[in-house]
């Protein structure tokens, strides 16, 4: 997966002609939205999206792999907890978003690092020990 970080401006069609341009080629959006004037959205094919939106005059600001995560949803809190986990770590968490599989998609300084320190809230991790 990949996030595409992208500038949409003062364009009030962006959205539109963003989602038609990447739909028509076959590439589906799997999370993320629009915030102000910058977008996140989840690819599979980052390096296709990139190609098609600078072909077609988008300003793309970057695709990179985020860090993906699953938080367990019936323990109010958890945002929190994984928030406080990078931050106690001097990670500074850029972007935070979720996709369409309910999964957290986090953007950071230090995704290395972000990643080690997360690794209970990995997307297979199977225990969820009690951090309270």
Same mark, same amino acid.
Not at 13 to 28: E, K, S, T, Y
Not at 51 to 80: C, D, N, S, T, Y
């Given at each position: ?40 959205? +989840? ?5 296709? *999206?990139? @190609? $098609?939106? #600078? ?5 793309? !600001? &970057? ?30 968490? +850029? ?5 369409? *599989?309910? @999964? $957290?998609? #986090? ?5 290395? !690092? &972000? ?18």
């Amino acid at each position: 997966m990949y996030d595409l970080h992208l500038l949409f401006g003062d364009d009030r069609h962006a959205l539109a002609r963003f989602g038609q341009l990447l739909g028509q080629n076959g590439v589906g959006l799997e999370g993320g939205g629009l915030f102000g004037r910058e977008a996140h959205f +989840l690819v599979e094919e980052g390096e296709k *999206a990139r @190609r $098609l939106l #600078l072909e077609a005059e988008f300003q793309v !600001l &970057a695709v990179r792999k985020p860090l993906i995560r699953r938080l367990k949803q019936e323990r109010p809190g958890e945002l929190g907890a994984i928030a406080a986990r990078l931050a106690e770590n001097g990670i500074t968490l +850029l972007t935070q978003y979720s996709d369409h *599989a309910n @999964r $957290l998609i #986090l953007l950071t300084d230090n995704d290395k !690092l &972000a990643a080690e320190v997360t690794t209970e809230w990995a997307p297979d991790a199977k225990a969820f020990p009690d951090r309270r």
